[in-house]
């Protein structure tokens, strides 16, 4: 499904792979011990984050998205003024924000990412089943004899196609596409459109997108969060800042911050429906 376009400016999320982030130089206290010419700090007056400006519910360019208000704890925690760099979050996204200079951090990427350094992760997800309330179903795996001769919808490239595959499931699924641009496609919530419309029985969805797009549908929806890992293959993500490497007193400061605002950020995740998982893998209740 297209969307309209949005202004190219630049962003600051994920994705988990995002769907899915860099530096800053005050300490939590708001002691100004790095100056705007350190290694660690483009700015000693404010908090600029790279975001994508069109990829609810992560980020967009009105500040709607659950990393948005994510980013606004993080600056008032800094004592700092919020200023975004947005670039739509496709291939080199990290190589022409972050790595660039652009911004300080990155919002929403997951904590196994090569390209950045990461910071302690402030929260952790898992890809879930979508289906709609009225449809009979009860399922809870997509090993279940039940998965047999559904419609199934699942983004290319992501885990649960290798599950989908294991389980000979493929034949009856359609695949949406991954990398696209987010100013005018979203395809994981396409997804979500086409159970609710319908078009597809149940649909393989990364948890914060599936949480979020569920609860926008004019049908109820079963949202089912999926075990951490399946048959060896890991369907839970935890999810971290990105900031450039060796910007080691930025990366503490940035992870006694993310300690202190933990119920603040659990609070803004909730509001959203995002499936959250403790470090136990334990699913977390709403």
Same mark, same amino acid.
């Given at each position: ?5 949005? &202004? ?29 010419? %350190? ?38 925690? =800094? %004592? ?63 090993? %279940? ?72 549908? &004019?049908?109820?929806?079963? =949202? ?51 499936? =959250? =998982?403790?470090?136990? %893998? ?5």
């Amino acid at each position: 499904m297209k969307r309209t376009p949005a &202004p190219c400016h630049h962003w600051f999320g994920a994705l988990r792979a995002l769907c899915y982030l860099a530096p800053l130089a005050i300490l939590v206290t708001g002691s100004p011990v790095l100056g705007a010419t %350190d290694h660690e700090a483009r700015s000693g007056q404010y908090l600029t984050v790279c975001g994508d400006p069109n990829n609810l519910p992560f980020s967009n360019q009105q500040l709607e998205g659950f990393e948005n208000k994510i980013a606004e704890l993080i600056a008032a925690g =800094l %004592d700092r003024p919020l200023h975004y760099r947005w670039w739509p979050q496709t291939v080199g996204f990290v190589r022409n924000t972050l790595q660039t200079r652009l911004c300080d951090l990155i919002m929403g990427i997951s904590t196994v990412n090569d390209l950045v350094q990461n910071t302690n992760p402030y929260y952790r997800s898992v890809y879930t089943l979508v289906y709609r309330r009225d449809a009979g179903l009860n399922l809870q795996s997509l090993k %279940d004899p039940a998965a047999k001769g559904l419609r199934i919808g699942v983004v290319a490239g992501t885990p649960p196609v290798s599950l989908l595959t294991r389980y000979d499931l493929l034949g009856q699924t359609r695949s949406y596409e991954r990398a696209v641009d987010t100013r005018l496609y979203a395809p994981a919530r396409d997804a979500v459109e086409d159970v609710a419309r319908g078009q597809l029985d149940l649909a393989v969805i990364w948890g914060p997108i599936a949480g979020d797009a569920a609860r926008k549908q &004019p049908v109820p929806l079963t =949202l089912v969060p999926l075990p951490a890992e399946e048959d060896g293959i890991p369907l839970a993500f935890s999810i971290s800042l990105g900031i450039r490497p060796r910007e080691t007193a930025w990366k503490h400061e940035l992870n006694a911050l993310l300690e202190r605002l933990a119920p603040q950020i659990l609070t803004i995740l909730q509001s959203y429906g995002v499936p =959250l =998982l403790d470090m136990n %893998d334990q699913l977390i209740a709403p």
